[in-house]
Nanobody, 127 residues
Framework: QVLLVQSGGGLVQAGGSLRLSCAAS????????MGWFRQVPGKEREFVAA????????YYADFAKGRFTISRDNAKNTLFLQMDSLKTEDTALYYC????????????????????WGQGTQVTVSS
């Protein structure tokens, strides 16, 4: 079981930036696609972005395109989410997650395809 520990997040004004990090335990990090999801109270967890195991391809929800950037450093077992031009509607609890499949992915944007989750980190964007 991979342990994912998140850091970053916090309070920022609209238009500002934040960077989230997600450190993975073990030696298998580079075998799996990784993703970021977010959730607000009363709503389902929502896909934000995903990246393939080697980092060569990335995928974004429409609201994240052009503002968020997902990246990974396999040498350091770390996943990142750079969030720029933040909006108040980006306020949520953000989670990193490991995809179930080794060197393969069936769906990047479905939470049920991920089997390890970080503890969540709050992002609050004020107006």
């Amino acid at each position: 079981q991979v342990l994912l520990v998140q850091s970053g997040g916090g309070l920022v004004q609209a238009g500002g930036s934040l960077r989230l990090s997600c450190a993975a335990s073990g030696r298998t990090f580079s075998m799996y696609a990784m993703g970021w999801f977010r959730q607000v109270p009363g709503k389902e967890r929502e896909f934000v972005a995903a990246i393939t195991w080697g980092g060569g391809n990335s995928y974004y929800a429409d609201f994240a395109k052009g503002r968020f950037t997902i990246s990974r450093d396999n040498a350091k077992n770390t996943l990142f989410l750079q969030m720029d031009s933040l909006k108040t509607e980006d306020t949520a609890l953000y989670y990193c997650a490991k995809n179930k499949e080794i060197y393969s992915v069936r769906r990047y944007d479905v939470a049920e395809e991920y089997d390890s989750w970080g503890q969540g980190t709050q992002v609050t964007v004020s107006s």
